[in-house]
């Protein structure tokens, strides 16, 4: 399994971005996805997650209301639309899958194995 992650790149802060994650093999549509970001010194934190069908969706507080987990199945791709960036959005961005295929959606870094190699989003005050 190969994930690529794309649409990273700097906007000014209130801007928007969308970020997608194109998976290889035919096991996508049968895994919950996740996104996580990573900002210098800091820890890999979780961002969102998505079930297998699409049809559940977790978000970390920080991102409520102004990111948006999706995914097309037919197109083994997964995105993040994300609106109203601040500053302190930026990160590297990474996707993942979650192990264990579908089930529960998971918050840990732990929890997801496959990772991208991220996608920089850079966010100017």
């Known amino acids: 399994v190969q994930l690529v992650e794309s649409g990273g790149g700097l906007v000014p802060a209130g801007g928007s971005l969308r970020l997608s994650c194109a998976a290889s093999?035919?096991?996508?549509?049968?895994?919950?996805m996740g996104w996580f970001r990573q900002a210098p010194g800091q820890e890999r934190e979780f961002v969102a997650a998505?079930?297998?069908?699409?049809?559940?969706?977790k978000y970390a507080d920080s991102v409520t209301g102004r990111f948006t987990i999706s995914r097309a199945n037919a197109k083994n791709t997964m995105y993040l639309q994300m609106n109203s960036l601040k500053p302190e959005d930026t990160a590297v961005y990474y996707c993942?899958?979650?192990?264990?295929?579908?089930?529960?959606?998971?918050?840990?870094?732990?929890?997801?194995?496959?990772w991208g190699q991220g996608t920089q989003v850079t966010v100017s005050s």
């Open positions: 998505i079930s297998s069908g699409g049809l559940l969706k």
């Open positions: 993942a899958r979650q192990k264990g295929g579908s089930g529960g959606l998971l918050l840990r870094r732990y929890d997801y194995e496959y």
């Open positions: 093999g035919r096991t996508f549509s049968s895994n919950n």
